[in-house]
């Protein structure tokens, strides 16, 4: 690792490798708190020292295992952290540390956006966006949306057996009108006429119909109707980017 170092460090006056390994650590140890794991942290900072680099040269220098280097790589340049700008061999730069924070700052922005809605929503039942209704009501309304639906049903939910318990029959009964019905669930299920989407980051269970009515709840315990559109729309969101 030394001698690769000692070579990156000729650009930088004055180079005192014991205060480089101090940035060094507190560098990945920050990009470790916004996600990453640690080959990657690592990567990514001695890629950003190094100006630019192949990943056998960064793996060297970062004290990489190359077995694995290329796939630290791969999920960088997935997640928008580093840039190919070479075909053979492939050359990565970093992606600035400006564009990243901008970036995420933009997803957690919108995020809470939703949260805010959902919140607005259920604390004060602004225009009648959100009801609370009681669980017989809840499959009422289940089975009368499932009746009206005329082209797509879409459910996400991140306790499928304890859905599929309640909801099986009126599931078989919305594949047998011909609607599309898609599910979105942390595990992969096979179901005929379902098509299955895997979601780790269901956390609400969920069931639209036709984009138009929704049914929620997170505990199982309170439940939710809506029809109010724009809140629907926040909602399904998920669904463009799964399906």
Known sequence: MYEA???VLKGFENADLAEFERLTSNAIS????IGLCK???RAYVYLFVSGYGTVDLIAGIASLPRTSAYRTFRNLEKKGFVRVIGEEPRIYRVVSPEIIASNLAGRIAECFETLEKYRNA?????????????????W???NLMIDTCERELLISTPQFSKFWKECAGAVQHAVAKGLRVVVLTPKSVNLNGVECVVDGSIRTTEIVADRKAMLFTANWKDFYFTTQPEFIAHVTVRWKKSI
């Open 5 to 7: 170092l000692f070579e």
């Open 30 to 33: 920050a990009m470790e708190s």
């Open 39 to 41: 080959a990657e942290a």
């Open 122 to 138: 259920l604390e004060d039942g602004r225009a009648g966006a959100v009801l609370k209704v009681k669980p017989e009501e809840f």
């Open 140 to 142: 009422k309304k289940f």
